[in-house]
């Protein structure tokens, strides 16, 4: 569905993700924005009339760092992006019982760790990428991998094996050379092409305006953490150590024949937006035997790899382990859709490890590769999904999201001023379908369009009203703001019952924590289950009491509570696959990898280096400049 004063990207499939400027986003002749604009210019100047002008408050939009082309270039390090550090952390059930302090868990941060290796090898021992690469690899790989992956070779190989000097002639030597070409050339067909890595993607949280955007409105959402990578022969396996999938497919076997078609063959700088019957169907008989209930995942995987690889891919196993909880409103599709994506553009060449040199241009158009194909992964999850939680996934930060026509690619504005607001998480663990709930709305929709409409356009006006208090410099996380922030929420929420997508459960998170009155709920995500989140009041020790007893009454109810905070990076890589430092750097293997208990241990072993925490050595592809870059 298309709407006056959308504001269209470019669909040039070169150029990067086009965001909005802040002014061009002031001129949609949207009324839900000019509403909401006037709304928030007369809150704030009720609220603060000596520093809060109109033009003040248009100043602030009006970002002379954004370009034309829609890149933020801040003016130098550190312009105002107050990125938010942190994951998602589970609230320990010691702290909400009052008897020590809340402790601060990592064992719960929503990530989505995927491993890719290959066969044999570990990374220290590999060969030569380019002798054995495709030559397509061999252009575009990333040039400290082949750097390093050659001298590695060379320094590995040639001290063993050289012959003493002027002795090459005799019949001994000539057998023994003889005998290490063949030894080498053994040892070339045991060795990978490439070197482990690993990507990673974050877990997202709608904050308003979900369901409305799949039918043209606009939201406003942040993200918090996720990761990933692979291992080979001529097969290609897929292992989902979550949910217990794991299957093998012979590299060669597989139809390609269907996607290289000439009609059906799509680049990697393609902008799909739809699937194709025909390639969907053709993939049916390797897909068959999976019976698991999560095997869209698997559809989604094949689709992409035959999208983007060859008959001559080289041979992988893709082994993802996620510590987000699936089906719970967080994305965990869309992380998987992006680490899936990133790791095929990283294998095959087509994208490169985003190190220093990249350019921000360069970056984003990385990304938009990326948030492309992981899109498509996200079709055949979904069906009809906005793109918004792979577009969160991928680029990271709070963004405002807005998708009006589905032949067009999505507006996407990265919210500069977007401050640390202090969230609590609760998943109910009620299990539900995205790809349900959708189809549940637009029934609904069509039953009742004029009805619905309305409700539609007022969860545009509430995204509206809170992205433009979210993303200024005027707001502040304190009691006054927050409420408004929280009336939004609740507004919200309740346009979303009014839709059908909540849950009893979700109402019982609400009835406990808003009863309470420690803050403000809403479901997040598609509903029907999953999570809600709820905005905090500031508080003293009794508002501190009363939350632990709203997170223990939740506990008892089999709910699980999170400490969340937004922002930060989409997603990364770590290449090659390794840890540590100087002597004591050593590579993460699938074994490891696949060894670690809980999602403490995976943070442990490969935790994403997020803006000043975690592990170091992960690379982001980064729009924007973190303020402690
Ligand atoms: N850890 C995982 N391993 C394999 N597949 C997964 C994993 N997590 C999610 N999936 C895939 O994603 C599907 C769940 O996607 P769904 O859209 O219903 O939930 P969500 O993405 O968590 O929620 P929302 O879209 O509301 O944010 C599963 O059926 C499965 O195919
Ligand atoms: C319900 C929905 O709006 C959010 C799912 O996280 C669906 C979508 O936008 O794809």
């Known amino acids: 569905m298309t709407r006056d004063g959308d504001l269209l990207a470019s669909s040039s499939h070169e150029k990067p993700v086009k965001s909005m400027t802040d002014k061009e986003f002031l001129d949609i002749a949207s009324p839900a924005r000019q509403r909401a604009e006037s709304e928030v210019?007369?809150?704030?100047?009720?609220?603060?009339?000596?520093?809060?002008p109109d033009s003040e408050l248009l100043d602030s939009l009006a970002d002379p760092t954004i370009d034309a082309s829609g890149v933020h270039r801040p003016s130098s390090r550190g312009a105002s992006i107050p990125v938010l550090p942190g994951p998602l952390q589970r609230r320990d059930s010691r702290g909400a019982r009052g008897r020590q302090p809340a402790r601060k868990s990592s064992l719960s941060s929503p990530s989505s760790p995927f491993a890719f290796q290959y066969h044999n090898r570990r990374h220290s021992s590999t060969t030569n990428a380019s002798t054995t690469r495709s030559p397509i690899t061999q252009e575009i790989l990333p040039p400290e991998s082949k750097s390093s992956v050659a001298s590695e070779h060379l320094s590995n190989s040639t001290p063993p094996f050289a012959p003493p000097a002027g002795d090459s002639g005799s019949p001994h030597i000539r057998a023994r050379s003889a005998s290490r070409?063949?030894?080498?050339?053994?040892?070339?067909?045991?060795?990978?092409?490439?070197?482990?890595?690993?990507?990673?993607?974050?877990?997202?949280?709608?904050?308003?305006?979900?369901?409305?955007?799949?039918?043209?409105?606009?939201?406003?959402?942040?993200?918090?953490?996720?990761?990933?990578?692979?291992?080979?022969?001529?097969?290609?396996?897929?292992?989902f150590a979550d949910i217990d999938l794991n299957h093998t497919w012979d590299i060669e076997s597989l139809p390609w024949e269907f996607f290289s078609s000439p009609?059906?063959?799509?680049?990697?700088?393609?902008?799909?937006?739809?699937?194709?019957?025909?390639?969907l169907e053709a993939l049916n008989p390797f897909l068959e035997s999976i019976t698991n209930k999560y095997h869209s995942a698997a559809t989604a995987f094949l689709y992409v790899y035959l999208c983007l690889g060859s008959k001559h891919s080289p041979?992988?196993?893709?082994?993802?382990?996620?510590?987000?909880?699936?089906?719970?409103?967080?994305?965990?599709?869309?992380?998987?859709?992006?680490?899936?994506?990133?790791?095929?553009?990283?294998?095959?060449?087509?994208?490169?490890?985003?190190?220093?040199?990249?350019?921000?241009?360069?970056?984003?158009?990385?990304?938009?590769?990326?948030?492309?194909?992981?899109?498509?992964?996200?079709m055949c999850i979904h069906g009809n999904p906005s793109g918004v939680d792979n577009t969160v996934a991928t680029g990271g930060k709070a963004v405002l999201f807005r998708r009006g026509d589905y032949s067009k690619p999505?507006?996407?504005?990265?919210?500069?001023?977007?401050?640390?607001?202090?969230?609590?998480?609760?998943?109910?663990?009620?299990?539900?379908?995205?790809?349900d709930l959708v189809s549940n709305v637009h029934g609904l929709r069509n039953a009742h369009p004029t009805t619905c409409g309305l409700m539609l356009d007022a969860i545009d006006n509430v995204t509206a009203e809170a992205m433009m208090l979210l993303d200024n410099k005027h707001f502040r996380p304190d009691d006054s703001h927050l409420t408004r922030l929280g009336e939004l929420v609740r507004i919200n929420h309740g346009l979303l019952v009014s839709l059908g997508v909540s849950h009893p459960k979700l109402e019982r998170v609400r009835q406990i924590v808003d009863g309470s009155g420690i803050g403000w709920t809403k479901l997040t995500g598609a509903g029907g289950g999953g999570c809600a989140f709820s905005i905090l009041k500031p508080g003293g020790p009794v508002e501190q009491?009363?939350?632990?007893?709203?997170?223990?009454?939740?506990?008892?109810?089999?709910?699980?509570?999170?400490?969340?905070?937004?922002?930060?990076?989409?997603?990364?890589?770590?290449?090659?696959?390794?840890?540590g430092r100087g002597e004591e750097r050593y590579a993460i293997t699938r074994?490891?990898?696949?060894?670690?208990k809980d999602s403490e241990g995976v943070e442990g072993l490969v935790g994403v280096r997020t803006l000043g925490t975690g592990r170091q050595g992960w690379g982001f592809w980064r729009e924007w400049l973190p303020e402690e870059a």
């Open 315 to 378: 041979a992988a196993v893709f082994t993802l382990r996620s510590t987000i909880p699936i089906g719970a409103g967080l994305g965990s599709s869309a992380s998987i859709c992006v680490c899936l994506s990133a790791a095929m553009l990283l294998q095959s060449g087509m994208i490169i490890h985003p190190s220093a040199k990249l350019f921000e241009e360069e970056c984003a158009r990385q990304l938009k590769r990326i948030n492309d194909w992981a899109f498509v992964g996200e």
């Open 41 to 52: 210019s007369r809150y704030y100047d009720a609220q603060e009339p000596a520093s809060g």
């Open 545 to 579: 009491a009363k939350k632990a007893a709203v997170e223990e009454t939740l506990e008892e109810e089999g709910m699980v509570t999170y400490e969340a905070t937004l922002g930060g990076d989409g997603v990364g890589v770590l290449w090659p696959a390794m840890a």
């Open 263 to 279: 009609s059906k063959k799509r680049l990697h700088f393609d902008t799909v937006d739809s699937l194709e019957p025909e390639l």
């Open 181 to 239: 070409t063949r030894r080498l050339s053994y040892m070339k067909t045991m060795e990978p092409e490439l070197p482990d890595f690993m990507v990673s993607a974050p877990a997202k949280v709608i904050m308003y305006g979900e369901h409305a955007v799949v039918h043209g409105k606009v939201r406003c959402n942040c993200r918090s953490a996720v990761r990933h990578l692979p291992r080979d022969k001529r097969t290609v396996t897929l292992h």
């Open 591 to 596: 074994e490891m990898f696949l060894e670690v």
């Open 410 to 435: 999505p507006e996407v504005k990265r919210l500069e001023h977007f401050p640390e607001l202090p969230l609590m998480l609760v998943n109910t663990n009620q299990p539900r379908r995205t790809a």
